[in-house]
């Protein structure tokens, strides 16, 4: 497995955060806490046989 994808990636993000690598881990968390908060709904939906039953587009 290459590691190059990544060094992309980091090297993209630092950039976006004109190379404050501290900025840019600050984004990386506060992304990384919205996407569980996310993950987070949907396993209670799913849990508790929310909207994704029978057919329900509501990812699409």
């Not at 209670?44 to 909207?51: D, E, I, L, N």
């Amino acid at each position: 497995m290459s590691s190059r994808p990544n060094e992309a990636a980091i090297d993209e993000i630092v950039a976006s955060c004109n190379g404050d690598i501290r900025g840019a881990l600050k984004a990386l968390l506060l992304v990384n806490e919205q996407l569980e908060a996310e993950l987070a709904k949907l396993y209670a939906a799913v849990t508790h046989g929310g909207p994704f039953e029978r057919g329900s587009n509501l990812l699409h």
